[in-house]
């Protein structure tokens, strides 16, 4: 079965520090990536998806950036964290061309102070 | 035309009570519409979805209505449980397209 991993859970950083959030994903090949932002008691912000190794689309112009190194491996970062990158980021696959479902992993709260 | 509209904000029901939550679209070229479900602090969970070519899809207490001609579906849950007190995302999308588009979400209440 499939499973998709986040880490780390919660991450309470500086303004200005850099960001590394990691997503992988296991029991499927080549799945298409996203990655979201979930601001406090608000709906899902599309920031990046991704339908392969280095392919990278960005909705939103902004502080950060994604990369995937790997078929199942999602990264993204931010070389200066903003107070206003703070939110509940979570990482999202689906199989190409499969049942169009999404699934979700278990998030990552981080706080900028 | 990207958008789901999402309603209400905020519901409160009684245990027993049936919840319904509204969501429409104008992207004709939408063809998946899936409800998720999330609870404070977890990642949001497939609930339930629905195709056009189907009026409704029932699973459980959990039921999709799909009106296409007025471009909306709702997702009604039957003898809602405190159990059920999360916040509900439509969402929508497109055969040629990568992505998903939600709605802003609805923060269900379900009281004893």
């Known amino acids: 079965s499939q499973t998709i991993h986040q880490w780390p859970a919660t991450l309470v950083q500086p303004v200005g520090s850099p960001l590394s959030l990691e997503c992988t994903v296991e029991?499927?090949?080549?799945?298409?990536l996203y990655w979201y932002r979930q601001a406090a008691g608000r709906g899902l912000q599309l920031l990046f998806y991704?339908?392969?190794?280095?392919?990278i689309s960005s909705e939103v112009p902004q502080n950060l950036s994604a990369s995937r190194p790997q078929d199942r491996q999602f990264i993204l970062s931010s070389k200066k964290l903003l107070l206003s990158d703070s939110g509940f980021y979570l990482c999202?696959?689906?199989?190409?061309?499969?049942?169009?479902?999404?699934?979700f992993g278990p998030g990552t709260r981080l706080t900028v102070l | 035309q990207q958008q789901v509209k999402q309603s209400p904000q905020s519901l409160i029901v009684q245990k027993g009570g049936i919840s319904i939550i509204n969501c429409a679209y104008e992207?004709?070229?939408?063809?998946?519409f899936p409800w998720y479900q999330q609870f404070p602090g977890k990642g949001p969970a497939l609930l339930i979805a629905?195709?056009?070519?189907?009026s409704e899809k029932k699973e459980g207490r959990f039921t999709i209505s799909f009106n296409k001609s007025a471009k909306q579906f709702s997702l009604h849950i039957m003898d809602s449980q405190p159990g059920d007190s999360a916040t509900y995302f439509c969402?929508?999308?497109?055969?040629?397209?990568?992505?998903?588009?939600f709605g802003p979400g609805t923060r269900l209440s379900v009281l004893p």
């Open positions: 629905i195709r056009p070519d189907v």
């Open positions: 991704s339908v392969g190794i280095g392919q």
């Open positions: 969402a929508a999308r497109n055969n040629y397209g990568q992505n998903f588009v």
């Open positions: 992207n004709t070229a939408f063809d998946y």
């Open positions: 029991g499927t090949s080549n799945p298409n």
């Open positions: 999202a696959w689906s199989v190409v061309g499969g049942k169009n479902e999404q699934f």
